[in-house]
C-alpha cells in the first residue's frame, strides 16, 4: 500500500447478494501536478483495514488534467 492511501469501509451484512457500484464521487482541494489519482474495490478487510486483494477490473485512474481542485469542496470527480 501506498502511505497516501485513503479507504472508505462499508459493510455489506448479507455477503451473498453483494452490491453494484457503478461509480464513486470524490472531492480533491489539491492534486499533484504528475502523479495519477487511484481508485479500486477491496474485496475484504482485514481486522478493519482493506486487504491488498482488489476486485479485478475495478481500479480506475485520473490524471491531474481529469481532477479538478477546488478548496471550497463543492466541485466533485467521478471515478467511473
Partial sequence: W????????IN???EGTG???KSATCYFTAKDAALPVHAKLVRMTENGV???NAVPGSMVSLM???ITADVTGHTSVDFV
Fill in 12 to 14: 455489506v451484512p448479507n
Fill in 50 to 52: 482493506p486487504s491488498r
Fill in 64 to 66: 491531474p488534467a481529469d
Fill in 19 to 21: 452490491i453494484f457500484a
Fill in 2 to 9: 501506498n502511505d497516501g492511501a485513503i479507504a472508505q469501509v
